[in-house]
């Protein structure tokens, strides 16, 4: 038994590199297009495992292949020969499949929208917690400070008083 369009679709989503999953769902929308438009050439309806394509952009990724045998792409040969293989394509399972692509990359964009939104909180609190020790440090020196200067000024005051006693002495 195939898996689903929505099975596929949600693994896809669980790719976290924004480039890969662009990269992957580009490629796979590809696909689904290239048969819809010449559904009887069987060059767009076999995808060789070993092709670059396949190896770098469609194997890497979380749910690609899975979403290909969603569509009803089967596997075929061994090795080199490996392939995957849509025997007859059906158009209104393509379409869906396009479809179900489409709103992947929409709810994608929509995760990377809140990842970054929670992120930027984050960094906003770490901001805030980062200004507070520096306000309490500033603080701690500010007042090291003023206690150093109290310190001078009582010297300052012990030694002229003493100057002054040795001044009335003489």
């Given at each position: 038994?195939?898996p689903s369009?929505?099975?596929a679709t949600?693994?896809?989503l669980?790719?976290e590199?924004?480039a890969?999953?662009?990269?992957t769902t580009?490629?796979l929308?590809k696909?689904v297009q290239?048969?819809?438009?010449?559904p009887g050439?069987e060059?767009?309806r076999?995808?060789k495992?070993?092709s670059?394509?396949?190896?770098?952009k469609i194997?890497?990724?979380k749910?690609?292949?899975?979403f290909?045998?969603?569509?009803?792409?089967?596997?075929e040969?061994?090795?080199?020969?490996?392939?995957?293989?849509l025997?007859?394509?059906?158009?209104?399972?393509l379409l869906e499949?396009?479809?179900?692509?489409?709103?992947?990359v929409k709810?994608y964009?929509?995760?990377q929208?809140?990842?970054r939104?929670i992120?930027?909180?984050r960094a906003?609190?770490?901001?805030?917690?980062l200004?507070?020790?520096?306000?309490?440090n500033?603080?701690q020196?500010?007042?090291?400070?003023r206690?150093r200067?109290?310190?001078l000024l009582?010297?300052d005051?012990e030694?002229?008083a003493?100057?002054?006693?040795?001044n009335?002495?003489?």
């Amino acid at each position: 038994m195939s898996p689903s369009l929505e099975e596929a679709t949600a693994i896809l989503l669980k790719n976290e590199e924004p480039a890969g999953f662009r990269m992957t769902t580009e490629t796979l929308f590809k696909i689904v297009q290239n048969v819809l438009q010449h559904p009887g050439d069987e060059a767009f309806r076999r995808l060789k495992r070993s092709s670059k394509t396949f190896e770098t952009k469609i194997a890497p990724a979380k749910g690609g292949v899975r979403f290909l045998r969603a569509v009803g792409f089967c596997e075929e040969g061994e090795g080199e020969e490996a392939s995957l293989v849509l025997r007859a394509p059906e158009e209104a399972r393509l379409l869906e499949a396009k479809a179900a692509l489409k709103e992947c990359v929409k709810q994608y964009a929509l995760l990377q929208e809140e990842r970054r939104r929670i992120e930027n909180e984050r960094a906003a609190e770490k901001l805030r917690l980062l200004r507070e020790v520096s306000r309490n440090n500033s603080k701690q020196q500010n007042e090291e400070e003023r206690e150093r200067q109290q310190a001078l000024l009582k010297r300052d005051r012990e030694d002229f008083a003493r100057q002054r006693d040795m001044n009335d002495l003489r």
